[in-house]
């Protein structure tokens, strides 16, 4: 009798158990990348069920919220045992996605607007654009359609459609303005006062024209091998007021003087007491005669000094 009592107590208590296990639980949060939410996706062991359909998955970058009257009504539709135990509980679906590129938007709807009479050079300003979203793994199709374009403002709107498997397809309308850009030469990193610039040293970009500075450097031979007369920051862009041509004559430097004329060739040593490029005039002092002329810079270290110029004692050095 007692070993009878036994076995019914232990089966009484094991059948709570046994249907403690069946219970469905909601998922805290889930992660999905099917365009289809199933069953299983918001209740966990939801065994065979689990497979079952039951509406569609949040958008790419999306996420939903289901609360404990939702799973309630998902429960009770697809027979799952389940019953809440506080009315704060509730399941959390992500579906992971990908921003378009900005890259990839601007060239759809220049293939639009260029039909308009679009400047291929003008920047599309779309102001604070959030992007439309992928799923990760999708290749997305871009296009615009129904554009229009005010010549005279520049100001733009296009609908733009994205296709992408996994999702509906989508559209937004964008509205912007088409901004005119000139050229213009920055540097590509920190160059110090003096130092001259190497063809690493600067790149070609396009500047907004309202907000490039006259003078600004617009071709890369106006940069390349000059020197420069104030520091540059990376980025930043080239004046032509600041370039200098590159001495050919050094500050102290010594130099051979020429002299030519008719029926006249001489040279001497002397010491240049500026620095100058090619083809600039530059003081010189005539180191045996002391004397201080001034010439025309030929080449590195070389001085043509006109005959007009020439005080006694260089020529009578003949």
């Known amino acids: 009798m007692r070993l009878l009592a036994s076995v019914l107590l232990c089966l009484s208590l094991a059948a709570p158990a046994a249907v403690a296990q069946e219970m469905a639980a909601p998922r805290p949060l889930s992660v999905v990348d099917d365009p289809v939410l199933r069953l299983g996706d918001v209740f966990e062991s939801a065994g065979e069920r689990a497979g079952q359909a039951i509406g569609a998955a949040p958008a790419p970058g999306r996420r939903l919220v289901l609360d404990v009257a939702q799973l309630s009504a998902i429960a009770r539709a697809h027979n799952l045992p389940w019953r809440p135990l506080s009315a704060y509980e509730r399941a959390v679906v992500e579906r992971p996605g990908r921003p378009v590129p900005r890259e990839e938007i601007d060239a759809a709807l220049r293939a639009n607007l260029s039909r308009l009479g679009l400047d291929p050079e003008a920047e ?33 709107s296009a609908t733009l459609v994205v296709l992408a498997e996994g999702m509906p397809t989508l559209r937004m309308r964008l509205a912007g303005r088409a901004v005119p850009t000139q ?26 024209a309202e907000r490039a500075r006259p003078g600004t450097a617009q071709r890369l031979d106006q940069v390349v091998g000059q020197r420069l007369r104030r520091p540059m920051t990376a980025e930043m862009p080239f004046m032509a007021a600041d370039l200098a041509a590159p001495a050919m004559v050094e500050k102290n430097a010594l130099v051979t003087m020429l002299l030519e004329a008719p029926g006249l060739s001489l040279s001497v040593q002397g010491r240049a007491l500026e620095a100058a490029p090619r ?10 005669s002391r004397s201080v002329v001034e010439g025309e810079v030929v080449g590195p270290g070389r001085v043509r000094v006109l005959a007009s110029a020439v ?8």
């Open 311 to 318: 005080p006694a004692p260089i020529a009578s050095a003949r």
């Open 124 to 156: 599309l300003d779309l102001g604070p654009l959030l992007p439309p979203v992928v799923p990760p793994a999708a290749m997305a199709h871009l296009s615009a359609e129904n554009a229009t374009l005010d010549a005279a403002t520049g100001r733009f």
């Open 279 to 288: 083809g600039a005039l530059v003081p010189v002092m005539n180191l045996a």
């Open 183 to 208: 050229p213009a030469v920055v540097a590509t990193r920190r160059i110090a006062l003096g130092e001259m610039v190497g063809a690493a040293d600067a790149r070609l970009v396009r500047l907004r």
